[in-house]
């Protein structure tokens, strides 16, 4: 299929893509700071440079796009142009991201991943049960888990698994 926008409008769109404080990575900053929670951004020298780090809870957030990282939901779709090169970036995407929270995991970190489809979750439902899993989890949880669309449903528990 054939792109519908010239070289230099793709070129400028895809440039304009942010890498650092996306919409569902401040939504999630505000409502963990308006609930006590104290973090530092970005912290450089930590692999995969979390989003967010909590040092008082020995945690980590990721905040992960559900098309750049490859996640399972309804939001990823493989472009229809150069669908081999889309695909082979993700799946490089991947690795990286689970060498990362290997590393961390390595070095005592606890690591939480949260997905767009959450946040975009908890904008729809107007809910916060999002933030409580992310709460109750920086206070009590194990090493790793992931949030989904799926754990922020208010029938669905979450489950903690490792990488």
Excluded at 12 to 33: F, Y
Excluded at 34 to 40: D, N, T
Excluded at 121 to 127: D, F, L, Q
Aim: glycine letters at 6%.
């Amino acid at each position: 299929m054939v792109d519908i926008v010239d070289v230099a409008t793709r070129s400028r769109m895809m440039s304009g893509i942010q890498g650092k404080n996306t919409e569902p990575e401040v939504l999630i900053r505000k409502a963990l700071h308006a609930r006590g929670f104290r973090f530092r951004l970005h912290v450089k020298h930590l692999p995969g440079k979390p989003d967010l780090v909590l040092p008082k809870y020995n945690a980590v957030v990721f905040v992960h796009g559900c098309f750049w990282h490859g996640h399972t939901c309804r939001y990823f779709k493989v472009p229809q142009t150069r669908p081999d090169f889309w695909l082979e970036k993700i799946g490089k995407n991947q690795i990286r991201d689970r060498s990362h929270e290997a590393s961390l995991l390595g070095q005592g970190w606890r690591v939480l991943v949260v997905w767009e489809c959450a946040v975009r979750s908890m904008k729809r439902e107007k809910s916060l049960l999002l933030i409580d899993l992310m709460a109750e989890w920086l206070i009590n949880g194990n090493e790793y888990l992931q949030i989904d669309e799926n754990a922020c449903s208010l029938t669905a528990l979450v489950t903690t698994s490792k990488v």
